[in-house]
């Protein structure tokens, strides 16, 4: 009989190499089993995913609290803030849908502290931009790292929740959005005051890194139904005529929103005189009312089992706030401020119900790419707005600015309508 021979070496390590991975593979999933076993485990989930996306926030919004420290620094025009404003939109544009995917073959946690840490990072080293154009390069680059957050937090959320209290949990991580923007609406102005430019930028990057550690040994990535995301799946799903409906008319919501609070503070310490740290403080008013807003929205929705309808209303009610906010724009403060608050905070509502919706078309396995998908429009928007907003405000004025940013809600209201019925 012939003798087995002894496996050659290369063929050993290969599989010492794969008994290894399997030994891992199977400690993770062992963990994995153990989260499913404790129900609590799917709130470390959203916490830990709300946390990473109101560091990222910090950051959007931090951008328009500084805007007129960032004005003075480098001497720029109205539309150069816009352009600032807009920078921050431009990376994502490029690396959202990448992200998803990534998302959707890797899971959650590589893509989430991958991303906010290298978003941090630029983050930080913007404080030393020595140039407007460096800045604006810096912060591009830094939105693309930190566009991690969109897909991924939104899609951990889709897979650990039922369909019953995604809404509620979608819209719960959605108000990180506005509670990082009352962080840093809060603390960016004593940081400015006490250190400049560089201590703000330095206070915005690490709150990105602690986020990104926070997900890496928070998130874990639940079990999967579908092991593979195959090519003609993104391709289904990138074809699909109702996200594509659904993103460009949830999208169009972004004109009254960048409008109330992009430029918020400016409009305030521009035309009626109010100091930075005044201002800031009530754009933090505002991004509390939003946080309520948001859930509201998620809650209404679920008992809905609608995510469509009340996006619509949505639309309206920010249409008129906005254009209520261009005929009070001359006003007394008493009048200003608590119109553009609650105006700011409607405006705000509508974000959560369209990442819902885009996932909910798209199902779990390609939920990253539906929302990645999702988020791309409205960066897409996102770059647009602030740029043509400050031109509008520079033709006409704050008057016509308001005005004109209403249009975009109606028009996004009219494009949601010709979803068909059996849209979520």
């Not at 918020?264 to 509390?288: I, K, R, T, W």
């Amino acid at each position: 009989m012939r003798q087995d021979r002894p496996f050659s070496t290369p063929a050993r390590d290969r599989f010492r190499l794969h008994r290894r991975r399997c030994s891992s593979d199977l400690a993770q999933l062992s963990r994995t089993q153990a989260q499913l076993a404790n129900p609590r485990y799917r709130w470390v989930v959203l916490a830990a995913g709300t946390t990473a996306q109101a560091a990222f926030s910090a950051l959007l919004i931090g951008l328009p609290v500084l805007a007129p420290a960032l004005r003075d620094r480098y001497d720029l025009s109205l539309s150069q803030v816009g352009l600032v404003l807009s920078s921050f939109w431009i990376g994502p544009i490029l690396t959202l849908l990448p992200w998803g995917l990534l998302a959707d073959r890797v899971g959650e946690r590589i893509v989430l502290a991958t991303g906010l840490v290298g978003c941090g990072v630029l983050a930080a080293a913007a404080g030393w931009a020595s140039s407007f154009a460096m800045l604006v390069v810096l912060l591009g680059v830094a939105g693309a790292m930190g566009a991690s957050v969109n897909a991924a937090s939104g899609r951990a959320v889709m897979q650990w929740f039922s369909a019953r209290q995604r809404g509620f949990a979608l819209g719960v991580r959605q108000t990180a959005i506005p509670l990082g923007g009352a962080v840093a609406a809060l603390a960016l102005p004593a940081i400015n005051a006490a250190g400049g430019l560089k201590a703000s930028f330095v206070f915005l990057g690490a709150l990105c890194l602690a986020a990104a550690a926070c997900a890496a040994l928070a998130v874990r990535e639940a079990p999967r139904t579908v092991t593979e995301l195959e090519a003609e799946d993104i391709e289904w799903t990138l074809r699909d005529r109702r996200l594509w409906i659904l993103s460009g008319g949830s999208s169009l919501y972004l004109f009254a929103q960048i409008a109330l609070t992009s430029f918020f503070v400016l409009f305030l310490h521009d035309e009626h005189g109010l100091s930075d740290g005044v201002a800031a403080a009530a754009l933090a008013v505002m991004q509390v009312g939003a946080v309520v807003t948001r859930i509201s929205a998620g809650r209404i929705s679920d008992a809905l089992r609608a995510r469509v309808r009340p996006l619509r209303w949505i639309g309206l009610a920010s249409a008129a706030g906005v254009l209520l906010t261009a005929v009070v724009t001359h006003a007394p403060l008493e009048v200003v401020i608590p119109v553009m608050v609650v105006a700011g905070a409607i405006s705000m509502a509508w974000n959560g119900l369209s990442v819902t919706a885009a996932a909910e078309l798209a199902g779990l396995a390609r939920s990253g790419a539906a929302i990645g998908f999702q988020q791309t429009t409205l960066s897409v928007t996102g770059v647009v707005v602030p740029v043509a907003f400050a031109y509008a405000v520079d033709s006409t004025s704050w008057e016509g600015g308001f005005a004109l940013a209403a249009i975009g809600p109606v028009a996004g209201w009219w494009l949601l309508g010709r979803l068909p019925p059996s849209a979520p």
